[in-house]
């Protein structure tokens, strides 16, 4: 069981920035990749972000693109989404998650990181509000 604990949400006023962090548990080279996803209310869950710990590659939606960066911490537990020049836009509750290396025989299972159904496990959620 892995256990991931959200944190750094917040109000802030549009244009200011936001470092969120999650914490996870367990060995990160157990993991295929970590990402970021959030939930505006009565929209869909959308990936935000994502980081591969197979080869350290990144995909971020268009839609935060030049504004977000995703990154592993020097604890190897810990990865940030560092958020700059927020807008109302990015409110929503952001979630971390993790998808768990998988093998076929001797070959790992590729993913793509982006979509929600790939992950395993998921964080309880950190608030983030941006007012106008």
């Known amino acids: 069981q892995v256990q991931l604990v959200e944190s750094g949400g917040g109000l802030v006023q549009t244009g200011e920035s936001l470092r969120l962090s999650c914490a996870f548990s367990g060995d990160i080279s157990d993991y295929y990749a970590i990402g970021w996803f959030r939930q505006a209310p009565g929209k869909e869950r959308e990936g935000v972000a994502c980081i591969s710990t197979v080869d350290g590659s990144t995909f971020y939606a268009d839609s935060v693109k030049g504004r977000f960066t995703i990154s592993v911490g020097n604890t190897k537990n810990t990865v940030y989404l560092q958020m700059n020049n927020l807008t109302p836009e990015d409110t929503a509750v952001y979630y971390c998650?993790?998808?768990?290396?998988?093998?076929?025989?001797?070959?790992?299972?590729?993913?793509?990181?982006?979509?929600?159904?790939?992950?395993?496990?998921w964080g309880q959620g950190t608030q983030v509000t941006v007012s106008s």
């Open positions: 998650a993790v998808v768990l290396k998988g093998y076929q025989g001797d070959t790992l299972l590729v993913v793509t990181g982006r979509v929600g159904y790939e992950y395993d496990y």
